[in-house]
């Protein structure tokens, strides 16, 4: 397992993100194989937000209750939240972001995050608001680090201006088929090519320029939502044709590939799973460090569907 570096937290996490969206229907013991899995393979980082689960926090309660972490162990695990998706709306606002930290810190039954991640933007937030509520969680020490997710580089340069505190990480979505925060700078400047239109304002490079770790969620997703396309030879024929052949060379799984398309990338992408599956867990973390060629690389953007002029 390739562990990465995010710089000035003396944090070392695995490039591999275990969520856990899809746990509150779980036994307590089904939790605990699924975390044992994931520590066995190299993972040390959990990805939880208030909302996951058919309850509020519903997730992180299934997560606390089935998991018991000693003190030596939970300074072995990075454990990471999300706020600020209600019901129906977004809220960054002071009040809602110190309550739902305190009761995920309750659910899950720790006593600091490692990592606070604002989840969808708020289009009403006022950044000095969330500084504030950054300092009080961190002088308390409920939360060490911040982060974002799904956040265009201008949200997050409104937000730097006011906090104390670096943004560490920008959780997004991305796989091989959904991949237009890499394939956009590939076609840029082709007029009348729809892969050049800029649909996220250079958040790869603004993140690399500012050491914010990309995470990207739904790795095995077609688009949103739209199903996996990791065995879909009626959508993506080509590609499970050369998942298969790399699968094959490098003696993992096609989920393994996948996975290693995104950790080959050199701004460092850590890959979010949301499986409840321990052989998913596995067959995903043996992506980890695979070296595929620039011409594998390339070989399977291409199958996916995106252009290289």
């Given at each position: 397992m390739k562990n990465l570096t995010f710089p000035g937290t003396g944090l070392s996490p695995s490039n591999i993100i275990l969520g856990l969206m899809r746990i509150?229907?779980?036994?307590?013991?089904?939790?605990?194989t699924l975390i044992g899995t994931a520590r066995d393979v190299g993972i040390n980082f959990f990805d939880h937000a208030d909302i996951y689960g058919s309850t509020t926090h519903g997730c992180e309660t299934r997560f606390g209750e089935a998991i018991t972490l000693s003190p030596s162990e939970r300074e072995q695990v990075i454990v990471q939240s999300k706020v600020g998706?209600?019901?129906?709306?977004?809220?960054?606002?002071?009040?809602?972001?110190?309550?739902?930290?305190?009761?995920?810190?309750?659910?899950?039954?720790?006593?600091?995050?490692?990592?606070?991640?604002?989840?969808?933007?708020?289009?009403?937030?006022?950044?000095?608001?969330?500084?504030?509520?950054f300092d009080e969680l961190q002088a308390a020490g409920k939360v060490r680090h911040f982060g974002v997710s799904n956040q265009t580089p201008g949200q997050m340069e409104l937000l730097r201006?006011?906090?104390?505190?670096?943004?560490?990480?920008?959780?997004?979505?991305?796989?091989?088929?959904?991949?237009?925060?890499?394939?956009?700078?590939?076609?840029?400047?082709?007029?009348?090519?729809?892969?050049?239109?800029?649909?996220?304002?250079?958040?790869?490079d603004y993140c690399r320029l500012n050491d914010i770790t990309l995470q990207a969620w739904s790795p095995f997703q077609k688009g949103f939502f739209d199903g996996v396309f990791v065995g879909d030879r009626k959508a993506y024929p080509e590609l499970n044709d050369r998942l298969d052949e790399l699968a094959t060379k490098y003696d993992v799984t096609p989920t393994g590939i996948a996975v290693a398309w995104i950790t080959r990338h050199p701004a460092n992408i850590q890959v979010v799973l949301g499986t409840t599956k321990p052989e998913r867990v596995?067959?995903?973390?043996?992506?980890?460090?695979?070296?595929?060629?620039?011409?594998?690389?390339?070989?399977?953007?291409?199958?996916?569907?995106?252009?290289?002029?």
């Open positions: 509150q229907d779980l036994s307590d013991e089904e939790i605990r998706i209600g019901k129906g709306y977004f809220d960054f606002s002071r009040e809602h972001i110190l309550t739902s930290v305190d009761e995920s810190l309750a659910a899950l039954n720790l006593d600091y995050l490692d990592i606070l991640l604002l989840h969808r933007p708020d289009t009403l937030m006022e950044p000095d608001e969330v500084a504030t509520a201006r006011s906090l104390a505190q670096p943004i560490l990480v920008n959780q997004v979505q991305l796989s091989i088929t959904h991949a237009s925060l890499l394939s956009q700078g590939v076609a840029v400047n082709m007029a009348g090519l729809d892969q050049s239109i800029d649909r996220d304002l250079g958040i790869l596995r067959d995903s973390a043996a992506g980890s460090e695979i070296p595929l060629t620039r011409e594998e690389w390339y070989g399977l953007f291409r199958a996916a569907g995106h252009i290289l002029p």
